[in-house]
């Protein structure tokens, strides 16, 4: 950036961040989330300049840390010339608004960072309108810590509060308007999605599923030949993707990429997750890909199957992915996760280790969850026999009796819409 000819270069704000371990939790656990939240941090475009961990019983009710942590971190906040404090366990707005005046810095949590990333991520309308809820909802209470500088002035004779109270209850009442339409407007969005959504049903269709940072949407690019962003950072990607499968027999096959997934999700922002993952909701498969390479793997997987289940993504049938298996140090890992999911497919999407098996499985379970019929079109009749290529593959056309039988294979749904199209025309599935 050039500013009057001086060339100037953006420096990341340098950020402290902050866990507690809870009676019951281990430290070991707690390190490893305040690794992650670094992540989030440099995601969000921060340094982080300093790590700090209290164990303790339970929170303080004012502050959640002790009063001899908060003076401590204090101290070091000055060393530092830092002024921005993530802390990794959610805060209530009385907690971060004593935390800021004693610490004379600018305090979140990780609910916070997390909503940073996504409004810097979301590039749909669905997504951004989703985001800047969920935003909004997240500031609604904490707006009395942006007016303390205004609480305490008197307001005029005869007024019941000042200034400041006046400020946050006018910022309250805009706030509030702009929820109700934001959620008008996914009202909207949400009928058209689905309209675009049923101009793709029937056709076969695949989900990437899992932890953020797995290497979904590298094994998407090899999969698809999409070209989509690849960043080795948290939420690279936030709007789903959706390309045809490369190398699958017609008709197609649309494989989705969503968000990844993350622990401690904040559950306002749950909506921002099934918007993108409405897309899973209706696939036919879901490839839960894997980091082989984590030390934390078993956790992160499991993860994943508490948010998929939240959001009500279980009923589909599942394909286990271990990614990232040029990073294994030696043949062990391997053997032993296939000896523990037998059914699992091992990739390298970076190199294009197992790629075509794993193609060759996708393939395959698509071929096992499709059915065979016999249909009857009039000789002519071309809009039924696009009906037919769309939705389905033709194996044979003969002549018959009354016009063309064809037998064509299908998606259970595929089927479906071929039976509906062809009972509003002349057509007819031939039953034996």
């Given at each position: ?6 060339v100037t270069?953006?420096?990341p704000?340098?950020?402290m ?8 939790g ?5 390190e ?5 939240l670094a ?5 969000a475009?921060?340094?982080v ?8 019983r ?8 002790g009063?001899?942590k908060?003076?401590e971190i204090?101290r070091?906040?000055r060393?530092l010339?830092?002024?921005r404090?993530?802390m990794d366990?959610?805060?209530t707005p ?6 800021e ?11 916070g ?7 810097s991520r979301a590039r749909?309308r669905?997504?951004r309108?989703q985001?800047?809820?969920a935003?909004?909802?997240y500031l609604l209470p904490r707006l009395?810590?942006?007016w ?9 004779m005869?007024?019941r509060?000042?200034e400041?109270?006046?400020q946050?209850?006018?910022d309250r009442?805009i ?6 339409r934001?959620?008008r407007?996914l009202?909207?969005?949400k ?14 269709s695949m ?5 953020t940072n ?5 094994l998407f690019?090899r999969?698809t ?5 690849v960043?080795d950072?948290?939420f690279?990607t936030?709007?789903p993707l ?11 096959t649309v494989?989705t990429?969503?968000?990844?997934f993350?622990?401690?999700l904040?559950h306002?922002?749950v909506?921002s ?6 897309e899973a909701?209706d696939?036919d498969l879901l ?6 390479a984590?030390e934390?793997m078993a956790?992160?997987?499991q993860?994943t199957?508490e948010v998929l289940?939240?959001?009500?993504l ?5 394909l ?9 140090d ?8 296939a000896r523990?999911?037998?059914e699992?497919?091992?990739v390298?999407?970076r190199t294009?280790?197992g790629?075509?098996a794993?193609?060759?499985t ?6 096992r969850?499709q059915v065979?019929?016999?249909v009857s ?21 003969s002549?018959g009796?009354t016009g063309l039988?064809i037998?064509?294979?299908a ?6 819409r071929?039976?509906?199209?062809l009972?509003?025309?002349a057509?007819?599935?031939v039953h034996a």
């Amino acid at each position: 950036m050039t500013i009057r000819g001086i060339v100037t270069q953006n420096v990341p704000q340098p950020v402290m961040l902050v866990a507690a371990v809870l009676d019951g939790g281990s430290r070991a656990a707690s390190e490893e989330h305040l690794d992650e939240l670094a992540l989030l941090a440099g995601t969000a475009g921060y340094e982080v300049a300093g790590c700090a961990i209290q164990e303790m019983r339970r929170p303080v009710a004012a502050t959640f840390l002790g009063r001899g942590k908060v003076e401590e971190i204090g101290r070091m906040l000055r060393e530092l010339s830092c002024k921005r404090v993530v802390m990794d366990q959610d805060l209530t707005p009385h907690q971060a608004g004593k935390l800021e005046k004693a610490w004379h810095a600018a305090v979140t949590d990780r609910s916070g960072l997390i909503l940073e990333i996504f409004s810097s991520r979301a590039r749909s309308r669905e997504a951004r309108t989703q985001v800047e809820l969920a935003s909004l909802r997240y500031l609604l209470p904490r707006l009395a810590r942006r007016w303390t500088h205004l609480s305490r002035q008197e307001g005029r004779m005869g007024a019941r509060g000042g200034e400041g109270e006046t400020q946050i209850e006018l910022d309250r009442r805009i706030i509030r308007r702009r929820i109700a339409r934001l959620q008008r407007e996914l009202v909207q969005i949400k009928k058209q999605r689905l309209n675009r959504r049923r101009g793709r049903r029937g056709l076969y269709s695949m989900a990437l599923v899992g932890y953020t940072n797995s290497g979904k949407s590298t094994l998407f690019n090899r999969l698809t030949h999409a070209g989509a962003l690849v960043e080795d950072r948290l939420f690279a990607t936030l709007d789903p993707l959706r390309r045809r499968l490369s190398g699958a027999p017609e008709p197609p096959t649309v494989l989705t990429d969503t968000v990844g997934f993350i622990r401690k999700l904040p559950h306002h922002l749950v909506a921002s997750f099934r918007s993108t993952l409405e897309e899973a909701g209706d696939a036919d498969l879901l490839v839960q890909v894997v980091d082989a390479a984590d030390e934390h793997m078993a956790e992160k997987m499991q993860t994943t199957g508490e948010v998929l289940e939240e959001l009500g993504l279980t009923r589909q049938p599942r394909l286990l992915v271990f990614n990232k298996i040029d990073r294994l140090d030696s043949q062990a890992p391997l053997t032993r996760l296939a000896r523990h999911h037998p059914e699992a497919v091992f990739v390298s999407a970076r190199t294009g280790a197992g790629l075509t098996a794993l193609r060759r499985t996708l393939i395959g379970i698509r071929e096992r969850n499709q059915v065979e019929e016999d249909v009857s079109i009039t000789p002519g009749d071309a809009a039924a026999l696009a009906v037919l290529h769309r939705y389905g593959r033709v194996l044979d056309i003969s002549q018959g009796d009354t016009g063309l039988k064809i037998r064509v294979r299908a998606s259970m749904s595929g089927m479906g819409r071929i039976r509906r199209a062809l009972a509003q025309s002349a057509g007819e599935v031939v039953h034996a």
